[in-house]
């Protein structure tokens, strides 16, 4: 049987020492701040909202929300980034997708400033990535790093693959397995025959958002499984991408959906904002 890779519990941890570095920044003066800006009425979105308000509060950020009607222009919205973008208070901006229809995702994103882009969303910081400087790591991608490193098995010359290659999840996390060394395989939804690759992966990382898609006998047996996946099934259960009964036994390592990526991509976020703070402080000479 796999070991259960929790990531309700690494995030536990990483918050308790991100909440002691805020604390020190605080006594210089300096309260992280976040802007939370949330447009319609989507209901997964609220939780991710609330998710994110939450653990502002739990590592004691200072935090804005704002709750924008689904009729509000592109216009109106670009006019807030750019008042955030000036604000003292704020060190990152995020903007929760999805935006309702009629709304420019992309050029609202290429608006943050991109020291405040703490889900290194803005092509300037997908650009740093693939030349290989990290200032922000993309959220979810540095949370599934971070539970691969719990298992103390190194990423170097390993086969991995991803499959899924979206801009905030597949891509990015490609770029980061491939920062350390790992032999890095994409798969997508033109990939034909995906158990072919899967099989061979050492770490596999499932981001297709297909329930199941991941079956047990398509798995390297002792490998590692990280599940980034959030679907609900036919009953409205969460599910991951990964069929985890088939999964658990064969695998070595294994994410669970929920309490695994979910977490740690909140807890990647409020890193990226701390970093932000403590970056605004130094360029203030604090
Ligand atoms: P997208 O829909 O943007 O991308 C999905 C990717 O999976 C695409 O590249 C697609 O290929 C590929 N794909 C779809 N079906 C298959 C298939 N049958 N075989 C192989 N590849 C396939 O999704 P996201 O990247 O935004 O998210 C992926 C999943 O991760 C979702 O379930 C989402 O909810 C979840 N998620 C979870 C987060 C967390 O914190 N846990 C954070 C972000 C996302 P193609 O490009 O060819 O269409």
Known sequence: MAEIISGT???ATIRSELKCETDKLKAQGIVPGLAVVLVGEDPASKVYVRNKTKACEEIGFYHEQYNLPATITEHEILDLVDTLNHSDKIHGILIQAPLPKGLDFKNIINHISPEKDVDAFHPVNVGKITIGDFDFLPCTPAGVMELIHTTGISVEGKNCVVVGRSNIVGKPQAMLLLKENGTVTICHSKTPDLAQFTKNADILVAAAGKAGLIRGDMIKPGSIVIDVGMN???????????DFASAEPVA??????????????ITMLMKNTLRSARNHGKNKNL
């Open 252 to 265: 070595g390592f294994i994410t669970p959906v929920p309490g695994g990526v979910g977490p740690m991509t």
């Open 232 to 242: 609900r099934n036919e009953e409205g259960k969460l599910v991951g991408d990964v």
């Open 9 to 11: 519990a690494l995030s």
